[in-house]
């Protein structure tokens, strides 16, 4: 079970997610809205909604981005997952405005908004009031910050009047991020325990502000590697984090022990549950015999052939793919549908728009728990220690310190080789395949390619060259978004 704490947190997000623009009624049911805010128990509730946020986080979005890029795809099997060849279009970078993955986290805005709008009308004294406009306020900057990630030129709301607006430029967003987390993060916590698990710190600040610097030339056209590095040391120096020995101690059911997770998100299957069910999408029809789980699978994404290729079968990190014959619990060979042919699962995949249904290597990085369920009580890391190393890595690599940054890479990599295979000299083509092997199905790969402008480029199934505009380095404002809000200007390309 999931600390108490922090699920009585969560929890209350939830409820508040059910109407994120009309809070009151849920709130103030008793206590009249400017007296309200006086206990620990009205706090919580009044701020687990922002919270209660993230646990649409990892949703079908966030699937649908990973299959824009080298590591992950949705092959048709047969008619099974055609869908139109949506599927299909977004791996090969074809995907229009009528069709894109909605990453326009206004709701998650508005909710925060709401909140602090709320903070502001209150007549009672708040208790750490400084540190939970901090939290709030945080929160609000990491979806701005996946925001300006995914679209870019998206509007900057922080009042709660209802207004139509219309777009900032990406550089407007950028700096918005950065004076809120700037503004916001010597007013968090320094405390990494119970009380402050899955909360936003002062070291979540500090590692979104080094991914933000991380990517400034992709947002602004200006480099920050100084910036980023800055802020990775300040999360690397607290000494409160280091690398598991064991990189699957991350991906257990129980994983909230782990030194190594700065912010994730307390998923639980009964009561905070997203759409975090890679499993049940990926796993062949008759895989729950062989995990004996709750839920029946869909037989449906899987792992780009080349991606899995491209790993040293040595490194731990492979076990990431469920590859191979399958069998049930009990040691009974599995068969595909026909009841006849043993089901094998091959890394290769002969036919994207029409592949059988062994066809390609399935997810395999969340510990499987007995008798669980297709949402998964595995907690969902968005920040690990070894992203903040990478991230420092690559800073000096960039700056031109190759043996620095290669050291760090090699402590990475240590845990995962027996004996070690330390790299020998350190490239970005080398950096850019490390991240992959570390951070797969975890989310970053558009993110990473995007930054070596690798994006635009070419991998199993698709073989043709992005334009030379490099629209698709951003996706559009959802056209619904677009019909609602006559203010706003669709990005170029679409």
């Known amino acids: 079970m999931k600390r108490k704490y922090i699920l009585s947190i969560f929890l209350s997000g939830i409820l508040g997610l059910t109407s994120c623009t009309d809070l009151d009624e849920d709130f103030y049911s008793v206590t009249p809205q400017d007296e309200f805010g006086g206990t620990t128990e009205e706090m919580n509730s009044l701020i687990g909604p922002a919270y209660g946020t993230l646990v649409n986080y990892v949703n079908n979005d966030f699937w649908m981005q990973e299959i824009t890029t080298d590591e992950y795809m949705i092959p048709a099997r047969g008619l099974d997952w055609y869908s139109g060849g949506i599927h299909l279009r977004y791996h090969t970078h074809e995907w229009s405005a009528k069709e894109t993955p909605d990453f326009w986290r206004f709701e998650q805005v508005t909710t925060v908004n709401k909140i602090i709008d709320m903070l502001d009308k209150t007549a009672v004294q708040i208790e750490n009031k400084e540190r939970t406009y901090a939290e709030l306020r945080t929160i609000r900057a990491f979806w701005y910050f996946m925001m300006l990630d995914n679209i870019g030129n998206v509007p900057i709301v922080t ?3 209802g207004t139509l607006p219309t777009n900032n430029t990406r550089k407007e967003v950028y700096d918005f ?17 119970a009380s402050t698990y899955a909360k936003a710190t002062k070291w979540v600040a500090y590692t979104i502000l080094a991914k933000l610097y991380l990517n400034a030339q992709v947002y602004t056209g200006t480099a920050q590697w100084d910036k980023c590095l800055t802020y990775a040391n300040k999360v690397i120096e607290s000494g409160l984090y280091q690398l598991e020995p064991n990189i699957f101690n991350n991906f257990k059911v129980k994983n909230e022990g782990s030194t190594e997770n700065i912010f994730a998100i307390p998923y639980d299957a009964e009561y905070f549950r997203g759409y975090f069910i890679p499993y049940q999408m990926s796993w062949h029809y008759s895989n729950y015999t062989t995990f004996d789980v709750q839920f029946s699978s869909w037989n449906g994404p899987c792992a780009v052939p080349g991606f899995v290729k491209s790993f040293d079968k040595d490194d731990a990190r492979y076990a990431s793919f469920l590859i191979g014959p399958q069998y049930s619990a009990d040691g009974q060979t599995l068969y595909i549908r026909d009841g006849v042919t043993p089901l094998d699962f091959t890394i290769e995949v002969g036919d994207f728009a029409n592949a059988n249904e062994n066809e390609g290597a399935r997810l395999f990085k969340w510990e499987v728990e007995k008798g669980g369920k297709n949402h998964l009580n595995n907690d969902f890391a968005i920040f690990r220690y070894s992203d903040v ?23 990475v990599r240590e845990r995962n080789f027996s004996p070690a295979k330390p790299l020998p000299t350190l490239t970005l083509d080398l950096l850019l395949k490390e991240r992959g092997f570390e951070f797969v199905f975890e989310g970053w790969r558009r993110n990473d390619l995007i930054r070596f402008d690798a994006f635009k480029g070419t991998w199993d199934f698709k073989p043709n060259q992005d334009p030379a505009d490099k629209h698709t380095y951003l996706f559009p404002i959802p056209l619904a978004v677009m019909d609602k809000n006559p203010h706003l200007k669709q990005n170029p390309g679409y």
């Open 159 to 161: 009042s709660f009047d």
């Open 177 to 193: 991020v950065e004076k809120e987390l700037l503004e916001s993060v010597e007013g968090l916590s320094e405390d990494k325990n």
């Open 389 to 411: 190393l990478l991230m420092k890595a690559e800073c000096l690599l960039r700056k031109g310190d190759e043996p620095s940054a290669r050291t760090i890479v090699n402590q």
